[in-house]
């Protein structure tokens, strides 16, 4: 057997194992859910469940909950993470240090231990309202506020750690070469820091938006009854009203988003990578 085709084999035989996990747990479900969405009662084709969640009026405001909750969450975790990333990256005080060896502790704490600790403290007896009063104590749990809270404490420390990596990767001689010339910080940040790191924002940013949009456990647990984010919603016509259409449904609208969000990032690298050849 010549050289180039072993080499072949051995490149299709270390593909294969990822390939027949992702053909597996992603390919076949997301091709079975699309199949599923197409069907009625009878398993026969139908368009039922498109037209269910699209006009359904209660669907029509979880869509609109989900992404009022997904984009103001991805707004306030990116302004935040930024922030944070700047301050850690740029300045040299105790405190800065402290907060960068300790900003990813969150990370490691299990999410329904986290949800639960966030319930004890801002439900309306929690540890918040005995200091304050619960009289003072304003509506945060099964609210918009503390689902946004609980989404941006989980996102916040992913966030920064890659924003602050794109940061560090900015050569000083290029700051330092700003500043000997007079350039004052706003415009460093404009027209040097900004662009160097947009290309990581708009990862971080495709990152937090594919785990908002579908998130469960916080929405289940901290949210509102109705409307609903579209995660527990679809879990709603699965499991407790058994519309296997109509969850499948949902799942595929989401999946469209999220395709959406990744195509604008693939084509922004595929722009940028072709203004490098050229």
Not at 200 to 222: E, Y
């Amino acid at each position: 057997m010549q050289k180039k085709t072993k080499l072949a084999v051995l490149g299709i035989g270390l593909v294969m194992p990822s390939f027949l996990t992702l053909l597996v747990l992603v390919i076949y479900p997301v091709a079975l859910a699309i199949m599923e969405s197409f069907q009625n009662e009878e398993d026969a084709f139908s368009l039922e469940n498109y037209q269910y969640i699209f006009t359904e009026p209660l669907i029509l405001q979880s869509i609109q909950h989900t992404l009022v909750i997904t984009f103001i969450s991805c707004f306030l975790t990116l302004g935040l993470s930024y922030l944070l990333a700047i301050y850690l990256n740029f300045s040299n005080s105790i405190f800065s240090k402290i907060i960068n060896k300790l900003y990813f502790i969150p990370l490691f704490i299990p999410g329904v231990i986290a949800i639960y600790g966030f319930l004890n403290f801002y439900r309306d007896n929690g540890w918040v309202a005995r200091i304050i009063g619960e009289n003072n104590m304003p509506s945060i749990i099964y609210d918009m506020k503390g689902l946004l809270m609980i989404n941006v404490w989980f996102n916040i420390p992913f966030t920064t750690m890659l924003l602050l990596s794109a940061l560090q990767a900015i050569p000083r001689s290029v700051i330092e070469s700003a500043k000997d010339t007079g350039a004052s910080r706003l415009r460093l940040f404009i027209h040097f820091i900004l662009p160097l790191s947009y290309k990581t924002m708009l990862v971080a940013l495709t990152f937090l938006f594919m785990g908002l949009i579908g998130s469960f456990t916080a929405p289940f647990l901290i949210d509102r009854n109705a409307p609903q984010m579209l995660g527990v919603s679809m879990q709603q016509h699965f499991s407790v009203y058994n519309e296997i259409g109509q969850s499948s449904a949902l799942a595929v609208f989401m999946f469209v988003l999220c395709s959406i969000v990744g195509y604008v990032y693939i084509q922004n690298n595929m722009k940028k990578s072709k203004k490098d050849m050229f």
